[in-house]
Nanobody
Framework: QVQLVESGGGLVQAGGSLRLSCAASGSIFGFNAMGWYRQAPGKQRELVASMNSGGGTAYANSVKGRFTISRDNAKNTVYLQMNSLKPEDTAVYVC????WGIGYDSWGPGTQVTVSS
């Protein structure tokens, strides 16, 4: 399994931006999909953004138009650009890999994002 490590989280005011990075220990080229989940206290884990091997993207309705997922296969890194942040975006953001198309099976430890009002 590939090892994933997120970075870029922090404290930001509402309306601000952050860019999260997810560095993989090995090549993610050809992986079926890479995704970003988030987990807020008392809420279910939510898949907020994903990108397939063909570059197609999908977003949760709650972040559509504000978040952008991208990947740099040469750097084995996936990014999540988050703009117009809201307090309800506060959560631990976790990167995940689905190499074979049978589900996400590698997870990072997560990075905390806190948006103040």
């Amino acid at each position: 399994q590939v090892q994933l490590v997120e970075s870029g989280g922090g404290l930001v005011q509402a309306g601000g931006s952050l860019r999260l990075s997810c560095a993989a220990s090995g090549s993610i080229f050809g992986f079926n999909a890479m995704g970003w989940y988030r987990q807020a206290p008392g809420k279910q884990r939510e898949l907020v953004a994903s990108m397939n091997s063909g570059g197609g993207t999908a977003y949760a309705n709650s972040v559509k138009g504000r978040f952008t997922i991208s990947r740099d296969n040469a750097k084995n890194t996936v990014y999540l650009q988050m703009n117009s942040l809201k307090p309800e975006d506060t959560a631990v953001y976790v990167c995940a890999a689905d190499p074979w198309g049978i589900g996400y099976d590698s997870w990072g430890p997560g990075t905390q994002v806190t948006v103040s009002s």
